[in-house]
């Protein structure tokens, strides 16, 4: 057979792979926090929301559409988009002038490394920056390669596009800009086209600048408060720790492709977006981000330090380029539980303890900077089914005329709300409140003056505010993150907890106005 053919072949045959690996496990595990925050925003389609931009909102909306409430259905466009993504891999691959043990290294190191498979198996507007991100960088090497400017065009679309979806976008931009300027190339710039793009990508982004300014620029809040209970836990050792755990060994194989940079054979397309990776790699590194922030960087340096490695081993033997390819997969498969969903969560405890010291798991550091055998990503997937049947028991209990007049009320947590919101549909229960990140945008101004079932570690200020308070139990999932979360049903108010209330939303509420 042709090389094409084989070319063609070898890719499907990953994408094959990559597909089974995801549609196999995807059910294993409840759903993650954060994909159901994502999820609700399909019931509130919108230009910009408080923590992210508005593109997986939109996504989210097309899950529902589609699938409805089902765990499948949610993780199927990141499956999806990680098979779209290792095309794009290929055919940067095929423009690097690659053979079959370039195209086979690169895609193997795709699709085994820890931080890729775990990206494409949650609904978070990760997967998607990835993709597009991927295709942002093809476009750019093949418009430098081609000096065909009307891709600038098509860069403008993808970078609005990605944009909508992170904003880190910006400073990944930003990086091969900056280079390109700097290169010999730099006269790619001056071009209608490329003044196109600009135009283009501002209006596509204009509707989310113009919602982030009638909202008082959420996002400002979002950075600062990420920074005070995150970053600051973050020291340089946690952020390249955590990028070779998400790369595992795979990572000398990206730094084979900076290595490349230096090679007097490189073409100069292969430089600028090269080096242009590694100006943003330093973007985030001094701006203090985490880790996983470059990750998606890494599968142009995997495409690049194959081509490197299979320039210098073109003439040896074949079984030196199978172990290249087959010992960084083998060593990458051991970490295969930590990011897939293989093992029970008890299992997999016990695989951490005897494997931990000497196999990299991924985000086993959580936020406050403490490392644990369940990742904080794990323990953010299990004890929501738990939560959802306590408070689904405290509204069971209610007579009905009560129900019509009873409110949820979670804690500044969108995980609790979130949980109500999928897994307490099957219950019929009413939407939960709380004024945490979006959930704050979406809380009524007003609620009855009836009773509540309230979701917290204590009562809190429910004993003040109602005669009657009643713990209906507690979520004692010992891998659950939210471990201890009790549910309360207050009855018989003591005071108008509709005023109370009404003061609480407008305070909540007060941080995305002028006001």
């Not at 759903?31 to 910009?48: I, P, Q, T, W």
């Not at 083998?330 to 494997?355: D, H, R, W």
């Not at 995980?415 to 939407?431: E, Q, S, T, V």
């Not at 939303?505 to 941080?511: D, Q, T």
Request: glycine share 8%.
């Amino acid at each position: 057979m042709q090389k094409k053919t084989w070319f063609t072949i070898i890719t499907c045959l990953f994408i094959l792979a990559k597909l089974i690996l995801h549609f196999s496990t995807s059910t294993n595990y409840e759903l993650h926090r954060d994909e159901m925050l994502y999820f609700n925003m399909a019931d509130h389609v919108s230009f910009g929301y408080a923590s992210v931009p508005p593109m997986i909102g939109w996504l989210a909306w097309l899950t529902e559409l589609l699938f409805g409430y089902s765990v499948f259905g949610i993780r199927f466009f990141p499956a999806l988009m990680g098979a779209l993504s290792i095309w794009i891999l290929s055919r940067i691959v095929k423009d690097l002038d690659g053979g079959l043990f370039a195209l086979t290294l690169t895609l193997t190191a795709f699709l085994l490394s820890p931080g890729f498979l775990l990206i494409g198996s949650l609904l978070t507007p990760n997967v998607v920056e990835q993709t597009l991100w991927l295709g942002i960088i093809y476009v750019f090497f093949r418009l430098i390669k081609t000096e065909n400017l009307s891709l600038w065009l098509v860069f403008g679309l993808l970078t609005g596009l990605a944009f909508l979806t992170k904003y880190s976008v910006a400073f990944r931009s930003a990086g091969l800009i900056l280079t390109l300027l700097l290169s010999k190339k730099r006269g790619l710039l001056n071009s209608r086209f490329f003044f196109g793009a600009l135009i283009l990508g501002f209006f596509l982004i204009l509707p989310n600048l113009i919602w982030q300014y009638t909202h008082n620029w959420p996002i400002v809040g979002h950075m600062k408060a990420l920074q005070e209970t995150q970053l600051v836990n973050q020291t340089i050792s946690d952020f390249f720790l955590d990028i070779f755990s998400l790369v595992s060994v795979f990572s000398l194989l990206a730094f084979s492709g900076i290595v490349s940079l230096f090679s007097r054979s490189l073409k100069i397309e292969t430089k600028i977006v090269s080096f242009g990776l590694v100006v943003t790699f330093l973007l985030f590194f001094f701006s203090g981000g985490k880790g996983y922030y470059v990750l998606g960087l890494f599968p142009f340096w995997f495409a690049a330090g194959s081509r490197y490695l299979e320039s210098i081993i073109a003439d040896k033997k074949h079984i030196l380029k199978t172990g290249i390819v087959t010992f960084p997969a083998g060593i990458a498969l051991l970490s295969l539980p930590y990011v897939l969903p293989v093992f029970s969560l008890k299992t997999l405890q016990s695989y951490s303890e005897m494997t931990g010291y000497f196999i990299p798991n991924p985000f086993s550091r959580w936020e406050d900077g403490n490392r644990r055998t369940i990742s904080q990503v794990y323990s953010d997937m299990t004890g929501w089914k738990e939560l959802a049947s306590l408070v689904a028991k405290a509204y069971e209990s209610l007579p009905e005329k009560e129900k019509k007049n009873c409110t949820l009320f979670a804690e500044k947590n969108y995980g609790y709300a979130g949980a109500i919101h999928f897994y307490g549909r099957k219950d019929n229960l009413p939407a939960a409140i709380t004024f945490n990140d979006s959930y704050t945008l979406w809380a009524p101004d007003s609620i009855p003056n009836g009773s509540i079932i309230y979701i917290y570690y204590n009562a809190g200020e429910m004993t003040d505010l109602f005669n009657e308070v009643k713990e209906i139990g507690t979520v004692a999932n010992e891998y659950f993150r939210e471990r201890g979360v009790k549910v309360f049903l207050s009855r018989n108010p003591k005071t108008d907890i509709s005023e109370v209330y009404s003061g609480l939303a407008r305070r909540e509420k007060s941080v995305y106005t002028f006001e």
